[in-house]
């Protein structure tokens, strides 16, 4: 069973910045393609950001590119996800999310078969 366990939410200004890490364990890490998600009061869960296992491709939701980065370090079976210039429509519970990198990358929830407890990102106008 792979765990994961985010932290780094808080609360930020517009145009602030925040980084997002997501800590495995229990499995090894390099086997999963690693994406990001969030969910707004009242919305559904969203695709955010995904990385393949060799961090060789990146996928971003439009809502978010040009402005989020995601990254991982296998070393430290860790995925990150820098936020830039941050707008209150950022504002969610963001999770990160694993699948078996035999799937691929892939933006759908539904896929990923692992997920963390999620940390709040709260922008502030």
């Known amino acids: 069973q792979l765990q994961l366990v985010e932290s780094g939410g808080g609360l930020v200004q517009a145009g602030g910045s925040l980084r997002l890490s997501c800590a495995a364990s229990g499995r090894t890490f390099s086997r999963y393609v690693m994406g990001w998600f969030r969910q707004a009061p009242g919305k559904e869960r969203e695709f955010v950001a995904a990385?393949?296992?060799?961090?060789?491709?990146?996928y971003y939701a439009d809502s978010v590119k040009g402005r989020f980065t995601i990254s991982r370090d296998n070393a430290k079976n860790t995925v990150y996800l820098q936020m830039n210039s941050l707008k209150p429509e950022d504002t969610a519970v963001y999770y990160c999310a694993a699948r078996e990198r035999s799937g691929g990358v892939t933006m759908a929830s539904s896929s990923y078969d692992y997920w963390g407890q999620g940390t709040q990102v709260t922008v502030s106008s």
């Open positions: 990385i393949s296992w060799s961090a060789t491709s990146t």
